[in-house]
């Protein structure tokens, strides 16, 4: 495997693998602080970004390594009309690896189709998101040490969340996973998302609306916000953006075992009272997406300890 583009292009061992180092990372990181020396990152950040693309530049830098790269498609020669495949090409004269985001779905693909170095896609539009759902393995993992026999309750725009879409990909490969979909009638998951993975592997799912009802059964609950910018209208947004916001009330027949998990920017969705509840794991989720890149970058690059 050359390239991070799909969260399917990791086989279930090799994500385990990527858990374990991840873990060993966590526990001695001296082991690891050199080992990317004299190697570069790009991170070319065609859409904003805070966690994703500083989790990159920061494990990076955590390796031994450095980083070069922009933020914005303003920023950089797109700007004048060039295309994604010649920045790639050009990226590629001086450095060892790339991480894409871009709002167009399959960008990171053509990238990765156009040079020898590993190309991480680090969000593709509305389609997928690869590492956010490693980090969220990672927590899933170190929350509830398993991956099996968990329900999952996946809540907020499930049509444009790209995280939810590659979440449900790779939780569906393992046993006993449920996954409740909770979304308004507008943003559920794709047709595409529901006949090719969870009808084609019999994956047990059930759509609702109501939070409250869902919440008594769930292990997991993955809270995403409305992604404005997929939107075609505002007034759309408008309407949709505070269906659901998870307070203290809604939380009194979860499960005391219950994981809160967001990819985060969290806008309304989440009340800033749940932070100190000890099942809200979403600050936990971006540190552990640091350690999951930084085992994935060692992985691409080849590179043990
Ligand atoms: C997510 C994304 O970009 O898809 N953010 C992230 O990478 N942690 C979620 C979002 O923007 O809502």
């Known amino acids: 495997m050359k390239d ?14 990527l858990v374990c180092t991840a873990e060993d990372i966590i526990a001695n990181p001296d082991k690891y602080a050199e080992v990317c ?5 790009a991170t070319l950040f065609y859409e ?22 922009f933020s914005a498609a303003a920023d950089s020669s797109a700007a004048k009309g060039e295309s994604v495949a010649d ?18 779905e399959g960008a990171p693909y053509v990238a990765s189709k156009n040079v020898d170095i590993p190309v991480i896609n680090a969000g593709d539009g509305g389609h997928n998101h690869p590492t956010q759902t490693l980090t969220d393995l990672l927590t899933i ?15 907020g725009d499930l049509k444009f969340g790209r995280t939810v879409h590659s979440l449900i990909s790779a939780m569906s490969r393992y046993a006993g996973v449920k996954f409740v979909l ?12 529901k006949t090719e993975i969870l009808d084609k592997n019999n994956i047990p799912y059930v759509e609702t609306t109501s939070l409250e009802d869902a919440m008594p059964e769930l292990d997991i609950l993955y809270m995403t916000r409305v992604q404005r910018e997929r939107f075609f209208n505002e007034a759309d947004y408008v309407r949709l953006k505070d269906t659901y916001i998870l307070t203290p009330e809604k ?13 985060l920017p ?5 009340s800033v009272e749940i932070d100190k509840d000890p099942r809200a794991v979403y600050f936990k989720q971006v540190k552990n997406g640091k350690y999951i890149r930084m085992a994935l970058i060692m992985k691409l690059l080849g590179i043990k300890a």
């Open 266 to 270: 969290r806008v309304n969705e989440i």
């Open 4 to 17: 991070l583009i799909d969260i399917r292009d990791l086989t279930e061992a090799e994500i385990d693998e």
């Open 251 to 263: 939380l009194e027949n979860a499960k005391k075992t219950l994981s809160i998990l967001h990819p």
């Open 37 to 41: 020396k004299r190697k570069k990152i």
């Open 87 to 104: 920045t790639a090409k050009t990226v590629e004269c001086f450095a060892d690896i790339i991480a894409m985001r871009h709002p167009k």
């Open 48 to 69: 904003p970004s805070t966690r994703t693309r500083l989790s990159f530049e920061a494990a990076m830098l955590e390796l031994g390594g450095s980083v070069i790269g």
């Open 182 to 193: 909770i979304s308004p009638e507008e943003l559920k998951v794709p047709e595409n998302v």
């Open 141 to 155: 993992h170190r929350e509830k040490g398993t991956f099996e026999n968990l329900v999952v309750g996946c809540c």
